[in-house]
């Protein structure tokens, strides 16, 4: 733990190259509601508390962390947008005192860090089951309380060090199905109430979380192929797109703080696998549409569905996720322009057994159409030596005629390969610390036809993006103005040309929702790290 984990900066470090800043961290998960701070506490590791008090199946103040803990966050590159979860779960006399030391060591220890917002407790809805609460507990009860803890941090450490008081994301929920902690019953229990003497609030944004699937949790049996229907995580996320819309009435930006294929530590075979790159990407671009302001993917270091592993698990050396592919090609496609928007587009038809597997985007760069992206789920594994394509063809306006569209590509042996993925033509494997290796410099392009047809093939198991003039990832720069914006925005207005076609393409399903690459309310980019449990992530 003493030296940093270099696999994991050199990758961050190649996202923060796509986009123009670090990916958004945040530390805390379910261990926030069990970390105090000691000062005296000189390991780089949580070490458990000897006197521990208060409600829960596990105690709410078992884990001492110290300066060290601290220390290793620092590690993280400098303007690392960061979220951090803070203790709410424990409630005995002293948790004022508690609560306002641990948000004081966070704002002086990671001063380099770019903090954007606290998280007050993890997943109350879920507090009478694990015993952190007893007795008429609701969401009613929570915004009362989570009021009371936002006031104790705004006025005993944010105002004492000029910081806004909406720096807190309310919610933190596995789920709203069936409970009162939806957004509109928060606002209903004056959620959002303005601060003493002032018009601002304390919300910065609503933040909850979702797996694909929860191992104990969900009701049916997962395979690779239900994954790679795409269809399927609509059909998952139908509840969190209504919460989605919700968060719009309010003008205040939607999170994903906590995302997963499969929780709570993945499933071989499935989350460790090129389809769960496939899946990430098609995710991704699905959140992106939907208006979801940022998504965290879960991450620890014994898990099958982080995107690297980090140290040795199971006798084999630290080494990338397919899954990690899917994130770099996400910011690759929007880049570091913070005026990335992108839609959905419908398909008018589909070949024979393969509309539940392919989804289709549009991305936008300050309103002008800039690449295609399609993903192909169709399953195909390593073990198939002929593989299938389906062609699918876009109608541009026939001014767009004679431009060529360079393609890039998501790719592996098949859906099922653990190893050997690429994305547009790079490895980050090949190295063998995390740095990007070109292992294929091959300029694929197709050219707009007179009428404005575009015609590309792509295969069962892969993602392909077409790009308008350039390879993905090229030709583009930060906008400081609007990379620096940290209140929200809506979206800029786009008029996209319109994409007919009788094949596979037809006009966008969703309004386009603008990202960017800083800060948590108006980007959602690289935003793919959560980080838990003894945090040895870091050494």
């Given at each position: 733990m003493s030296e940093p984990n270099m696999l994991t900066f050199n990758l961050i470090d190649n996202l923060a190259n796509y986009t123009g800043k670090p990916p958004h961290v945040r530390i805390g998960g379910n261990t926030a509601d069990y970390m105090v701070f000691d000062q005296s506490q000189n390991e780089w590791a949580w070490t458990l508390n000897d006197q521990q008090k208060g409600q829960g199946n596990l105690k709410p103040n078992h884990m001492i962390i110290g300066p060290r803990f601290f220390e290793a966050v620092s590690r993280f590159p400098p303007n690392t947008p960061l979220t951090w979860g803070l203790n709410m779960a424990y409630n005995e006399p002293d948790w004022e005192e508690e609560i306002t030391t641990m948000a004081q060591q966070v704002i002086d220890r990671v001063k380099h860090l770019d903090l954007v917002s606290f998280e007050l407790g993890n997943e109350p809805d879920l507090w009478l089951q694990n015993g952190f609460r007893s007795g008429q507990w609701g969401g009613r009860t929570y915004v009362e309380e989570w009021l009371t803890r936002a006031e104790a941090v705004w006025t005993e450490v944010l105002k004492?060090?000029?910081?806004?008081?909406?720096?807190?994301?309310?919610?933190?929920?596995?789920?709203?199905?069936?409970?009162d902690f939806q957004i509109r019953d928060l606002m209903s229990f004056d959620a959002n109430r303005k601060v003493a003497g002032s018009d601002a609030t304390y919300i910065g944004g609503w933040n909850q979380h979702d797996y694909y699937y929860f191992i104990g949790v969900s009701s049916y049996p997962i395979t690779l192929e239900y994954l790679m229907r795409l269809a399927t995580t609509e059909v998952q996320f139908k509840?969190?797109?209504?919460?989605?819309?919700?968060?719009?009435?309010?003008?205040?930006?939607?999170?994903?703080?906590?995302?997963?294929?499969?929780?709570?530590?993945?499933?071989?075979?499935?989350?460790?696998?090129?389809?769960?790159?496939?899946?990430?990407?098609?995710?991704?671009?699905?959140?992106?549409?939907?208006?979801?302001?940022?998504?965290?993917?879960?991450?620890?270091?014994?898990?099958?569905?982080?995107?690297?592993?980090?140290?040795?698990?199971?006798?084999?050396?630290?080494?990338?996720?397919?899954?990690?592919?899917?994130?770099?090609?996400?910011?690759?496609?929007?880049?570091?322009?913070?005026?990335?928007?992108?839609?959905?587009?419908?398909?008018?038809?589909?070949?024979?057994?393969?509309?539940?597997?392919?989804?289709?985007?549009?991305?936008?760069?300050?309103?002008?159409?800039?690449?295609?992206?399609?993903?192909?789920?169709?399953?195909?594994?390593?073990?198939?030596?002929?593989?299938?394509?389906?062609?699918?063809?876009?109608?541009?306006?026939?001014?767009?005629?004679?431009?060529?569209?360079?393609?890039?590509?998501?790719?592996?042996?098949?859906?099922?390969?653990?190893?050997?993925?690429?994305?547009?033509?790079?490895?980050?494997?090949?190295?063998?610390?995390?740095?990007?290796?070109?292992?294929?410099?091959?300029?694929?392009?197709?050219?707009?036809?007179?009428?404005?047809?575009?015609?590309?093939?792509?295969?069962?198991?892969?993602?392909?993006?077409?790009?308008?003039?350039?390879?993905?990832?090229?030709?583009?720069?930060?906008?400081?103005?609007?990379?620096?914006?940290?209140?929200?925005?809506?979206?800029?207005?786009?008029?996209?040309?319109?994409?007919?076609?009788?094949?596979?393409?037809?006009?966008?399903?969703?309004?386009?929702?603008?990202?960017?690459?800083?800060?948590?309310?108006?980007?959602?980019?690289?935003?793919?790290?959560?980080?838990?449990?003894?945090?040895?992530?870091?050494?």
């Open positions: 004492p060090n000029h910081l806004p008081s909406n720096m807190f994301e309310i919610g933190c929920t596995a789920s709203t199905v069936g409970t509840a969190w797109v209504e919460q989605v819309e919700q968060s719009k009435a309010t003008q205040i930006p939607y999170v994903v703080r906590e995302m997963g294929i499969i929780g709570p530590l993945g499933l071989a075979g499935i989350s460790d696998v090129f389809g769960g790159a496939l899946w990430t990407l098609n995710f991704l671009l699905y959140s992106a549409s939907l208006g979801v302001s940022s998504v965290q993917f879960h991450m620890t270091d014994n898990s099958d569905a982080s995107a690297w592993q980090p140290i040795q698990m199971l006798d084999r050396e630290p080494f990338v996720r397919p899954l990690y592919y899917g994130m770099a090609a996400f910011d690759q496609i929007i880049g570091p322009t913070c005026a990335a928007q992108v839609s959905q587009s419908q398909i008018a038809s589909y070949p024979p057994g393969y509309d539940e597997f392919v989804r289709a985007y549009n991305v936008y760069q300050d309103g002008h159409l800039d690449s295609l992206v399609v993903v192909n789920g169709k399953m195909a594994n390593v073990s198939e030596p002929d593989k299938a394509s389906i062609e699918f063809s876009v109608q541009v306006p026939s001014s767009l005629s004679g431009q060529m569209l360079y393609l890039s590509y998501l790719t592996s042996d098949g859906a099922d390969a653990t190893n050997g993925t690429t994305w547009n033509g790079i490895s980050y494997e090949v190295s063998g610390d995390g740095t990007p290796t070109i292992v294929s410099d091959d300029n694929e392009v197709v050219e707009v036809s007179d009428d404005g047809t575009i015609t590309i093939m792509v295969r069962d198991s892969q993602a392909i993006v077409a790009t308008f003039g350039r390879r993905a990832g090229e030709g583009f720069s930060s906008e400081q103005i609007l990379c620096s914006a940290k209140e929200y925005t809506p979206p800029p207005p786009v008029s996209p040309k319109q994409t007919k076609n009788p094949l596979l393409y037809s006009n966008e399903k969703s309004a386009a929702a603008a990202l960017g690459c800083s800060g948590i309310l108006t980007c959602t980019v690289a935003a793919i790290i959560v980080v838990g449990g003894g945090f040895t992530f870091f050494g």
